[in-house]
Nanobody, 129 residues
Framework: QVRLVESGGGLVQAGDSLDLSCTIS????????MGWFLQAPGTEREFVAA????????FYAESVKGRFTISRDNAKNTLNLQMNSLEPADTAIYYC??????????????????????WGQGTQVTVSS
């Protein structure tokens, strides 16, 4: 059974940084593009960032561009999200997810939560003002 586990969330102040990690077990990692999504209370899950299976292509939501950096280490089966200059509006549960199709990196799919088939349980990020 494929499982994703996020870690690194927490309570920080505005302007601080956090580094989220996501590890996979029971399945392949290096052949799949990966994404980060967030969900705040009462809202839909929304796209944050995605990275192609090779790591060469990255996409970001406009709200995080220039502040967040997505990366992956295929040798360690690990996905990361470096979050800088955090704002109270970034407060949410953050989920990592694995794209359903292998060896695919089309932008429309990577930005679309419905295209991801495996999800982690989420990690809470809270940013106080």
């Amino acid at each position: 059974q494929v499982r994703l586990v996020e870690s690194g969330g927490g309570l920080v102040q505005a302007g601080d940084s956090l580094d989220l990690s996501c590890t996979i077990s029971g399945g392949t990692f290096s052949s799949h593009s990966m994404g980060w999504f967030l969900q705040a209370p009462g809202t839909e899950r929304e796209f944050v960032a995605a990275i192609s299976w090779s790591g060469n292509i990255k996409f970001y939501a406009e709200s995080v561009k220039g502040r967040f950096t997505i990366s992956r280490d295929n040798a360690k089966n690990t996905l990361n999200l470096q979050m800088n200059s955090l704002e109270p509006a970034d407060t949410a549960i953050y989920y990592c997810a694995r794209l359903g199709n292998s060896y695919y990196s089309g932008e429309y799919h990577l930005r679309n939560a419905l295209r991801y088939s495996i999800w982690g349980q989420g990690t809470q990020v809270t940013v106080s003002s």
